[in-house]
């Protein structure tokens, strides 16, 4: 998916996805995004937000795990 795309589902310009992308900028209401992504891809908010370990779309009848990017440490520990 592009980013003129991903911003357009988002309803943001792509200058400002990109720098939400880029470490820039954070959006000012986190959860917003979240629900939109939630909206328009069917991602539950709270796995966006990190805040729900499961792996699984909304759409996925079946409980299970479904084809969905596994959620990043936004606190990564140091490696060093």
């Known amino acids: 998916m592009s980013q003129d795309v991903f911003a357009n589902a ?3 310009k792509k200058v ?10 954070q959006p000012r209401d986190l959860v917003a995004v979240a629900k939109r992504i939630e909206l328009a891809f069917r991602v539950p908010a709270a796995w966006t ?3 729900n370990a499961e792996n699984r779309r909304l759409d996925d009848p079946s409980g ?13 520990e140091p490696t060093d």
């Open 10 to 12: 988002l309803q943001v």
């Open 16 to 25: 400002t996805l990109g720098a939400w992308e880029s470490g820039r900028t």
């Open 49 to 51: 937000l990190g805040v």
């Open 64 to 76: 299970g795990s479904a084809e969905v990017c596994t959620p990043r440490d936004l606190n990564p």
